[in-house]
């Protein structure tokens, strides 16, 4: 997974031989270019929301820290190579409004899994 901070822009892509995924949130960031498992996020789950620092270490790693009911936590992750942006589809030239049912179409569908 590629994580890409600019200013103002954070973006996350993903893709395997099947899907590509990409989420963007705008805000203000410190810019990087990092790379990390798919794992990571997993690894630093919880049932809160609080931020994860992600810091670059010496030997290709990156430090994670986040803080888990007043508890701090540290993970150390390998930085994978940044993928190439060429390697990413890019977006239509035209995207479609989805319907209002769409949203309550997903929320009863996650209720069965």
Not at 86 to 110: G, I, S, Y
Request: proline content about 9%; charged content about 20%.
């Amino acid at each position: 997974m590629a994580i890409v901070a600019t200013p103002r822009t954070l973006r996350f892509t993903a893709r395997n031989a099947q899907i590509a995924v990409a989420y963007e949130e705008a805000g203000r960031f410190a810019p990087a270019e990092l790379a990390v498992p798919l794992s990571f996020f997993d690894d630093c789950a919880g049932s809160r929301t609080d931020d994860v620092q992600l810091t670059p270490a010496e030997s290709g790693t990156l430090v994670a820290r986040w803080n888990d009911d007043g508890v701090a936590q540290m993970l150390v992750v390998e930085q994978r190579p940044l993928p190439a942006s060429a390697d990413f589809p890019a977006l239509p030239e035209h995207l479609t409004k989805n319907p209002p049912r769409l949203v309550a179409a997903l929320r009863d569908a996650a209720e069965t899994t």
